[in-house]
């Protein structure tokens, strides 16, 4: 029944669908969503749109962020090349632009084999990551086509770099043995191990890297050069810099076995080669015109020779259009370094870094630096004996490259083009990689070492100059009208000829007065003999030399050669030789000076000669000593243009000659006056010596006392002479009473080391020989009241000083005088004191004596060097007295009867 009622309702029209049906779409879903073709493409297109600005904004927040783009910081013209380069560029089609050497027609150059060169084969292997910040990526491998054409006349069959394929069995080149194992580079007989380079037969010198017997050091050289003022569309062709890339490296002998290069975005290239020597690099800024460039090589050959490659093939002049208003005439700048990397000493059997000048002071100071505007090698080869370099330099801290491009500039009046000499670039001359002079400092340095001699000599006629090469020390020789003859013994010819070539300043003498020749050399008072000086002095004037003319002496001899501190054998025969420096001494006149250039001045903080780096220093002094110079004094100039002060050794072969060198600086004015030639330009003679540089030669420096105090044995006595020291008590005199008729007594207890009246000892003063003469002569009269005078406070003797007559005053002791001038011979000065009377009270008694000299008198009276002594003379002359033992209140103060003629 129920079946004919369902059937019943169905035939009425009221139907049901059941939940199992299939709905329009016939998914079976019951839900549905329809979506249009028109909404499609609508919701597709605004999600590319709204992808495409995220990616464009991010991108330009990135490349801001990198510095890729304009930023506020950067030159308007910079950022006007950079807009206009994105505009202009072009990529290149992916496939052509994405390559491997050989795969398209449009490509850069590919390195190739110099013919006759050999260079081993090699595999390869690489990873390229693929940024947004470049838009070209190339790797181009050697090319041995040309090379193997050129040897063999065939064509390799081609391998990973254009070589033959390694993978093959080898039957020749024994790269691999009969079973295909790799032999290494040190047994095989190929001369492919030459890894390409020329052998050098020599370990010490800038070749380091010789690969005679098959010996290749972990040592290197380093190039690092940076280029300014570039044009900005050569610097933004991958393909030209690439060309310019091979051809450095062409021109240089080395070998490029494969390079990558990215164009950058938006401008800018880098690139990086592999050398069989080791690799180059670069990478370049369009906008601001510049390029920076590194080239390291482990070969032999020097580099510092391709810098002016380097300059011709990437130092592209700038185009009218890139040249910005104003500027004129801006030619690309260069600043470089050169490095010497790795290691040597100890992997190369006999390799000595004093020997090789890139090793050394000419590497540390001046080529591994790039503080130079201006830095550029006008020669640099080898005579017989050593190298020979000049650079010429601009230090970008003392001298701007701009005045003096100005200073060239004839055609615009500034101050610089009115006064180019001060503008010029400085001159260094290295010998052996050891700087000797500069353009700015030479003057000084010569001054330095030939007139305080000249000046201090009565009258020198007869000069000897031992090195000297340069020829500066014979110009100032030359400027003296006494000097009848000069004669330079100079070992090395060469140097002479190249300094005449490439130092024409150093030996000038066209503009002296009288002087009718242009090189000083060429004057008829000079003698120029290339020889050893060792062997000229020993045969002329050794030891074993007899029936020596007076008239062959000299009257001053100028010892300007190696520094003290070099290694060398020849410097110990100089400095340590007791032939040699007895025959220096030999060759001198009665009243003759000797003047040794000592080299760098000593730091507070330096050890004794006698165990630092100036071993020849301290010996050569003490040799001096032994052959019988009498006095011996030191000074130093911080201006000669050297890293650091330098110093001389002046030598009296007789006492009373130093009398002379203490003269004041108006009478050193006045000797110049009448001695020194006059120049034709009406230019001053002389730079920097004069009375007032010559007074302060007299005292020796701080660091000099210093270093003498520091004595190995302890046997040079420094004491008190630095000075009062606050330690030593000093007894006023009013705590000392005079007991009539029996002495000078304490009235309270005295220190051992204590100054009595010290106050009233150094109120003093000095005169000169010359002083007092004049005085003696104008006023007679006047003279014996001055002396009355000071007869009250003390007593004052009239003595010859060097044959003039000259004033000395000192204390006595109980009216008892004992004259003794041998304190101012010291300096060829008088001494006069006004001290207390009641020194003139004590009491003396040598075997009970508590107060004295605390140093000998043999000390003070001839020291034949003493920097202590020097720089305290006047000390020495006015309180040198202490107590030597303790004393007790009420205690008489007795002196030693040995010391009283020294009060």
């Keep these: 029944m129920a079946r004919r009622s369902n059937a019943s309702g169905n035939a009425n029209g009221h139907h049901h669908k059941p939940s199992s049906t299939l709905?329009?779409?016939?998914?079976?879903?019951?839900?549905?969503?329809?979506?249009?073709?028109l909404f499609t493409i609508v919701s597709l297109s605004l999600s590319f749109v709204v992808a495409l600005s995220v990616g464009c904004i991010s991108r330009v927040v990135l490349l801001s962020s990198a510095g890729a783009l304009p930023s506020p910081t950067r030159p308007a013209a910079a950022d006007a090349f950079a807009s206009d380069a994105v505009a202009k560029y072009e990529p290149p089609p992916l496939e052509q632009a994405r390559t491997m050497s050989g795969k398209t027609a449009n490509q850069l150059p590919s390195p190739k084999v110099l013919a006759g060169k050999d260079v081993p084969y090699t595999t390869y292997t690489s990873k390229t990551f693929h940024t947004a910040a470049t838009v070209t990526a190339n790797t181009l491998h050697i090319d041995r086509t040309t090379a193997m054409l050129l040897m063999t006349g065939k064509t390799s069959k081609g391998g990973d770099d254009g070589g033959p394929d390694l993978s093959a069995p080898q039957t020749s080149g024994k790269l691999r043995d009969a079973e295909g194992e790799w032999i290494p580079c040190h047994e095989s007989p190929n001369p492919q191990c030459s890894r390409g380079k020329a052998a050098i037969d020599h370990v010490n010198t800038a070749g380091h890297n010789s690969d005679a017997n098959e010996e290749h050091l972990p040592a290197g050289q380093h190039l690092l050069i940076d280029l300014k003022d570039v044009?900005?569309?050569?610097?933004?062709?991958?393909?030209r810099l690439a060309e310019a890339m091979i051809s450095l490296i062409n021109e240089?002998?080395?070998?490029?076995?494969?390079?990558?290069?990215?164009?950058?975005?938006?401008i800018g290239v880098s690139c990086a080669g592999v050398l069989l020597e080791s690799h180059v690099a670069f990478h370049t800024w369009p906008a601001e015109g510049v390029i920076t460039l590194d080239l390291f090589t482990c070969g032999g050959m020097p580099l510092i020779p391709v810098l002016p490659l380097v300059e011709r093939l990437f130092g592209v002049e700038r185009e009218e259009d890139e040249v910005e208003e104003g500027e004129v005439g801006v030619k690309p700048s260069m600043l470089w370094a050169h490095k010497l990397r790795g290691f040597r000493e100890g992997f190369a059997e006999g390799y000595d870094p004093s020997d090789n000048p890139l090793d050394g002071e000419m590497e540390r100071f001046l080529?591994?630096?790039?503080?130079?505007?201006?830095?550029?090698?006008l020669v640099s080869t080898h005579t017989d004996f050593q190298s020979f370099e000049v650079y010429e330099v601009l230090p970008s801290a003392k001298r701007s490259l701009t005045s003096y491009q100005k200073s060239l500039d004839t055609e615009n009046e500034t101050y610089e083009s009115a006064n180019p000499e001060l503008f010029v670039p400085d001159k260094l001359l290295y010998l052996g990689g050891v700087m000797q002079s500069t353009l700015y400092g030479e003057a000084i340095y010569?001054?330095?070492?030939?007139?305080p001699p000249l000046i201090t000599h009565e009258n020198p006629k007869r000069v000897a100059i031992v090195g000297g090469g340069e020829g500066a020390t014979l110009r100032e020789v030359l400027k003296h009208r006494s000097v009848e003859s000069a004669v330079m013994i100079?070992?090395?010819g060469e140097v002479v000829e190249l300094s005449r070539e490439y130092l024409k300043e150093w030996s000038d003498c066209s503009d002296i007065e009288g002087s009718n020749v242009e090189w000083c050399i060429d004057d008829e008072r000079v003698e120029a003999r290339y020889e050893d000086a060792l062997g000229y002095f020993k045969t002329k004037y050794g030891r074993f030399t007899t029936g020596v003319v007076e008239k062959d002496r000299f009257d001053v001899v100028i010892m300007d050669a190696l520094d003290p501190n070099e290694v060398p054998e020849i410097a110990e025969e100089l400095y340590q030789s007791d032939n040699f420096i007895g025959s220096l001494y030999s060759s001198l006149t009665e009243h003759g000076i000797l003047s040794v250039q000592l080299g760098e001045s000593p730091w507070f903080a330096s050890a004794p000669d006698e165990v630092g780096a100036f071993t020849n220093r301290a010996i050569m002094i003490q040799k001096m000593r032994d052959v019988g110079f009498k006095s011996i004094h030191i000074y130093e100039e911080s201006h000669s243009g050297f890293l650091s002060p330098w110093s001389t050794l002046l030598a009296f072969k007789d006492y009373d000659s130093r009398a002379n060198w203490y003269r004041s600086a108006a009478e050193i004015d006045l000797e110049l006056q009448r001695r020194i030639l006059p120049m034709k330009s009406g230019r001053r003679p002389l730079l920097n010596y004069d009375g007032a540089t010559h007074f302060s030669y007299q005292l020796p420096t701080k660091p000099f006392e210093t270093i003498y105090c520091r004595a190995l044995d302890g046997s040079n006595k420094c004491g008190n002479y630095g000075g009062f020291s606050p330690v030593n008590?000093?007894?006023?005199?009013?705590?000392?009473?005079?007991?009539?008729?029996?002495?000078?007594?304490?009235?309270?207890?005295?220190?051992?080391?204590?100054?009595?009246g010290l106050d009233e000892q150094v109120k003093s003063f000095v005169t000169r020989p010359s002083t007092w003469s004049v005085a003696d002569s104008l006023n007679r009269e006047s003279t014996r009241s001055i002396i009355s005078y000071l007869e009250d406070y003390g007593v004052c003797n009239i003595f010859l000083v060097s044959g003039s007559r000259s004033l000395h005053c000192h204390i006595s002791c109980s009216g008892c005088v004992l004259t003794t001038n041998s304190l101012c011979l010291y300096q060829g000065q008088t001494h006069c004191c006004a001290v207390p009377r009641i020194f003139q009270f004590m009491n003396s008694d040598t075997e009970s004596f508590n107060f004295g000299d605390w140093t000998s008198q043999r000390e003070k009276k001839r020291t034949i060097y003493s920097p202590v002594i020097d720089r305290h003379i006047r000390q020495v002359l006015k309180a040198s007295k202490m107590t030597l033992k303790d004393i007790s209140e009420g205690e008489e103060i007795i002196i030693s009867s040995s010391q009283v003629?020294?009060?």
Aim: one cysteine or more; proline letters at 3%.
């Design 23 to 37: 709905d329009e779409c016939g998914t079976g879903n019951r839900f549905s969503i329809r979506i249009t073709f």
């Design 231 to 239: 044009s900005s569309s050569f610097l933004n062709s991958e393909s």
């Design 252 to 266: 240089s002998r080395l070998t490029l076995l494969s390079y990558h290069c990215h164009s950058l975005v938006p």
């Design 367 to 377: 080529l591994g630096k790039m503080d130079y505007d201006l830095k550029r090698p």
């Design 446 to 451: 010569h001054e330095s070492i030939v007139h």
């Design 490 to 492: 100079e070992i090395d």
């Design 729 to 756: 008590r000093n007894v006023p005199v009013s705590d000392l009473e005079i007991k009539e008729g029996r002495g000078v007594f304490t009235k309270t207890d005295i220190a051992k080391h204590s100054w009595i």
């Design 901 to 903: 003629s020294s009060i």
